[in-house]
């Protein structure tokens, strides 16, 4: 291991912010001692995603009496994945650790982040021992989710990993060189490569507030992690095609022999509507999926940034 690491490394803590107000304050009295434990300087990047409940106005009380809590204010909600790259676009640390608000990401693994980096890994994720927070339904729909994921795709994304992680800074610019605008960041942590390690911990439950992340979100998500970084889906239905026409083929074929042997018979009605309906419903799903991947080439192509900063407090060149 041979990567030199700062004596006084600089940190960012990388914190997306949606209606997260009544946890704030536990947030900050929970991390500020461990930081300045840990390391001189710091600075804690809170990205407020839109927030409708006041998050901004804590945020300012904390900026205000702190000069290490910085505020990336974004013009709307853009999504967790959104408010993440924007804060690590405007991250200066030469580590730098995405954390959620809610405190079930525990900060005192910040220090064995640290100590595995110093030995030299360029990333250090956390993964989750036990998700006892999460339902039993949650649990099983990740797994799934997990598997399917590392089935079809190359990049090999560890099980019960989150956002959670130190990353050097070499592998944040990795990040930020790639264009795409739909950000499946657990992927692309992924795909970067680099020296990569995992550390266990334990996921707490929620410290206030509740979850945003609705299952139909969690469905949405997972399709976007899938499509952006699989082309199986699509390539499926070549092989579903030929092994219909296969079938179709040897079908025709029966029909052939039983014809000259027993002659011809009428009815059929039945077998053609089913089989009429099946490839009508075979050739709509193989569509829809052709759409989600054009949708998504559509939404690349036009080229919006990934999100837009309202205004920002603390970071170099604001007010
Ligand atoms: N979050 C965000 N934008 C959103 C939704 C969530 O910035 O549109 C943030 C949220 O404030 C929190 C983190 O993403 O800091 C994780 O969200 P949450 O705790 O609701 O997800 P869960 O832990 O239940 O998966
Ligand atoms: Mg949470």
Known sequence: MT?????????????????????????????????????????????NDGSGDGTLEVLLAHHE?????????????????????AGLDAARGDAVIPMDADLQDPPE????????????????YGVRESRDSDSLAKRSTARMFYRLFNRLTEVRIPENTGDFRLMDRRVVAALRRLPERNRFMKGLFSWVGFRQVGVPYRREPRAAGQTKWSYWRLWNFALDGITSFSTVPLRLWSYAGA???????????????????????????ASLMVVILFLGG????????????????YREAKGRPTYLVGRTYGLDGDE
Request: glycine share 6%.
């Open 109 to 124: 693994l910040i220090a064995t982040f640290l100590a595995k980096w110093r030995e030299g890994f360029d990333v250090v």
């Open 243 to 269: 092994a219909v026409a296969l079938f179709a083929f040897l079908y025709a074929a029966f029909l052939v022999v039983r014809t000259i042997v027993s002659g011809v018979d009428v009815p059929g009605y």
């Open 3 to 47: 990567q030199e690491r700062p004596a006084e490394p600089m940190l960012s803590i990388v914190v997306p912010m949606y209606n997260e107000a009544p946890v704030i304050d536990a947030f900050f009295a929970r991390v500020l001692p461990i930081l300045a434990g840990l390391v001189r300087d710091y600075e804690i990047l809170c990205v």
């Open 65 to 85: 009496c702190n000069p290490h809590v910085k505020i990336i204010d974004l013009a709307r909600n853009f999504g967790k994945e959104q408010a993440l790259t």
């Open 282 to 297: 075979v050739q709509l799903i193989s569509l829809g999926v052709i759409g989600e991947y054009l949708g998504r080439l």
